[in-house]
C-alpha cells in the first residue's frame, strides 16, 4: 500500500464508519496520547524500566498503527499530500546529512 493509498483509504473509513474527522485539535491530541503508547513499550520492553504483567500483551506494531492512523487523519485534514510530504523530507536529509553520521565517530562500532 501506498501512503497515497493510506491517506484514501483512511478517509473513505472515516466517511462510512466515522461520521466526521475529529477537529485538528482532538486529534493533536490523541496523537500525543497513541505516541505515549509507544513510548510506553518501547521504555519497557526495550529500554531499562522493567515491564508490568499488564503490559506485556501490548502489541507495539497495534500501537505504531495507532499513531499513523491518526497522523494520516491530521495529513487529510490538513490537505498534506504524505507521498510528496515524505519524497522531499527524504530529498532534504540526504542533501542535509549526506556524509554527515559517516563523519560521526559516535556511530561507529
Given at each position: 500500500?501506498?501512503l497515497h493509498?493510506a491517506?484514501?483509504?483512511?478517509d473513505?473509513?472515516?466517511?462510512?464508519?466515522?461520521?466526521?474527522?475529529?477537529?485538528?485539535?482532538?486529534?493533536?491530541a490523541?496523537?500525543?496520547e497513541?505516541?505515549?503508547e509507544?513510548?510506553r513499550?518501547?521504555?519497557?520492553?526495550?529500554?531499562?524500566?522493567?515491564?508490568k504483567e499488564?503490559d506485556?500483551?501490548?502489541?507495539l506494531g497495534?500501537?505504531?498503527?495507532?499513531?499513523?492512523w491518526v497522523?494520516?487523519?491530521l495529513?487529510?485534514?490538513?490537505?498534506?499530500d504524505l507521498?510528496?510530504?515524505?519524497q522531499?523530507?527524504?530529498?532534504?536529509?540526504t542533501?542535509?546529512?549526506?556524509d554527515?553520521?559517516h563523519?560521526n565517530?559516535k556511530l561507529r562500532?
Amino acid at each position: 500500500m501506498t501512503l497515497h493509498e493510506a491517506q484514501h483509504q483512511v478517509d473513505q473509513w472515516i466517511r462510512l464508519h466515522g461520521v466526521r474527522y475529529f477537529n485538528e485539535m482532538t486529534n493533536m491530541a490523541i496523537l500525543t496520547e497513541e505516541v505515549g503508547e509507544v513510548a510506553r513499550i518501547m521504555a519497557r520492553r526495550y529500554g531499562e524500566q522493567s515491564e508490568k504483567e499488564a503490559d506485556r500483551s501490548k502489541d507495539l506494531g497495534d500501537e505504531m498503527a495507532d499513531v499513523l492512523w491518526v497522523l494520516i487523519c491530521l495529513a487529510n485534514q490538513t490537505g498534506v499530500d504524505l507521498t510528496a510530504a515524505f519524497q522531499k523530507n527524504m530529498t532534504k536529509k540526504t542533501e542535509r546529512d549526506r556524509d554527515r553520521h559517516h563523519q560521526n565517530p559516535k556511530l561507529r562500532d
